[in-house]
């Protein structure tokens, strides 16, 4: 049975260790704003690129045969990736639900407008902040130009209204912000600790904790608890930095602390679990960065999951940071608390499995 005063007393001298190490100040005050201002001033003059075709939510309100070919056309594009929803849908909450930026909304009358020469206007949704949105409106446009050519000569039969999903317009530096704090929340706690389970493998230091009272779970429950709190005093600054320097407009909610609470805690334990492969800082320290890029790249940390590949968001969601930043962005960008519930859920799954898994599989007597 894990004992609190063993834990609280182990996250005493921990404490201590951290406040009178050189390192301290660094990582707790310098490092954090560093990375916002470097990445806030580079990232928020560009928007994020697309290495494949942009994935679009479509809802066709309409059951002819123009707007099927319509849809064929936009698929044929190879720019765009068309999913459809359900007609009983309300299009702009399906949107609003599933934290996406880009959708085409095709009226009920569209078939028999175009064979009557009636206009019709089709909806485009897109994020202004992003280069992927012209992808979206221009090949949207495109089609219907080559619509019009072909059946009226060039005529505006069919046109384009373009809109946003969010009426708050968010600029890139909004979507850079979830990004850049899950990226701390990881570099806070698995860099530190699993550099730290390898000194103390290399100094025998576990193997004398092992003839203490001090169990696995409560070293790893008191470090764990300190990345919590270092993580809790590095996102208000970056979060200060980003509004009061770059304009972010992003929205604060108490649906932020668990995600303050289960990052730490879910990648102190994948890095004690990383930590199980090696007794070597360098060897230690290579495992990290083995650990860190894969999960920097592909994560969302600079750019949407959608703009990748569907192979590589397969990918994507197999990586724990992925459900750390989806869940911040679902929460300071969209509102949309059901998907932050969900990434909570896989979040608490996640840390119970590492939990367990680190405690059972780490040898403290290990020579």
């Given at each position: 049975?894990?004992?609190?005063?063993?834990?609280?007393?182990?996250?005493?001298?921990?404490?201590?260790?951290?406040?009178?190490?050189?390192?301290?100040?660094?990582?707790?005050?310098?490092?954090?704003?560093?990375?916002?201002?470097?990445?806030?001033?580079?990232?928020?003059?560009?928007?994020?690129?697309?290495?494949?075709?942009?994935?679009?939510?479509?809802?066709?309100?309409?059951?002819?045969?123009?707007?099927?070919?319509?849809?064929?056309?936009?698929?044929?594009?190879?720019?765009?990736?068309?999913?459809l929803v359900g007609t009983s849908e309300n299009f702009t909450n399906y949107l609003l639900g599933h934290s996406?930026?880009?959708?085409?909304?095709?009226?009920?009358?569209?078939?028999?407008?175009?064979?009557?020469?009636?206009?019709?206007?089709?909806?485009?949704?897109?994020?202004?902040?992003?280069?992927?949105?012209?992808?979206?409106?221009?090949?949207?446009?495109?089609?219907?130009?080559?619509?019009?050519?072909?059946?009226?000569?060039?005529?505006?039969?069919?046109?384009?209204?373009?809109?946003?999903?969010?009426?708050?317009?968010?600029?890139?530096?909004?979507?850079?912000?979830?990004?850049?704090?899950?990226?701390?929340?990881?570099?806070?706690?698995?860099?530190?600790?699993?550099?730290?389970?390898?000194?103390?493998?290399?100094?025998?230091?576990?193997?004398?904790?092992?003839?203490?009272?001090?169990?696995?779970?409560?070293?790893l429950t008191s470090k764990a608890l300190w990345y919590v709190l270092l993580t809790a005093i590095s996102i208000p600054e970056m979060i200060a930095v980003g509004v009061f320097v770059f304009g972010a407009n992003i929205t604060l909610s108490v649906w932020l602390i668990p995600f303050i609470i289960l990052g730490p805690m879910l990648f102190s334990a994948l890095g004690m679990l990383a930590g199980t492969l090696t007794k070597d800082p360098a060897a230690a320290n290579t495992m990290m960065y083995i650990i860190i890029i894969p999960m920097m790249l592909l994560s969302g940390v600079f750019y949407p999951l959608t703009s990748l590949p569907i192979y590589l968001q397969y990918v994507a969601h197999i990586l724990p940071l992925t459900y750390v930043i989806e869940g911040l962005s679902a929460v300071m960008i969209y509102g949309n608390y059901m998907q932050a519930a969900a990434d909570i859920a896989v979040l608490i799954v996640i840390t119970i499995i590492l939990f367990v898994a680190a405690t059972k599989l780490y040898n403290w007597r290990e020579d």
């Open positions: 049975m894990a004992s609190m005063k063993r834990i609280l007393a182990d996250m005493g001298l921990y404490g201590r260790e951290l406040v009178r190490g050189r390192t301290f100040l660094v990582s707790l005050v310098i490092s954090p704003i560093i990375l916002m201002l470097a990445f806030g001033a580079v990232f928020s003059f560009f928007s994020s690129g697309s290495s494949g075709p942009v994935n679009v939510y479509l809802q066709n309100q309409d059951n002819g045969q123009v707007s099927a070919q319509f849809i064929n056309a936009l698929n044929g594009t190879g720019t765009l990736r068309v999913e996406a930026s880009y959708g085409i909304f095709i009226p009920a009358n569209f078939s028999s407008s175009y064979a009557a020469a009636k206009p019709v206007k089709i909806t485009v949704y897109v994020n202004p902040s992003s280069s992927s949105s012209a992808v979206v409106s221009e090949t949207a446009s495109g089609v219907i130009n080559a619509f019009n050519l072909n059946r009226y000569g060039g005529s505006a039969i069919i046109s384009m209204n373009q809109t946003t999903v969010n009426p708050k317009v968010h600029k890139y530096i909004d979507f850079l912000i979830p990004g850049l704090i899950g990226l701390t929340i990881l570099l806070i706690s698995f860099e530190t600790i699993i550099s730290l389970s390898a000194e103390y493998k290399k100094t025998k230091l576990f193997k004398q904790l092992s003839m203490t009272p001090l169990t696995k779970t409560e070293w």
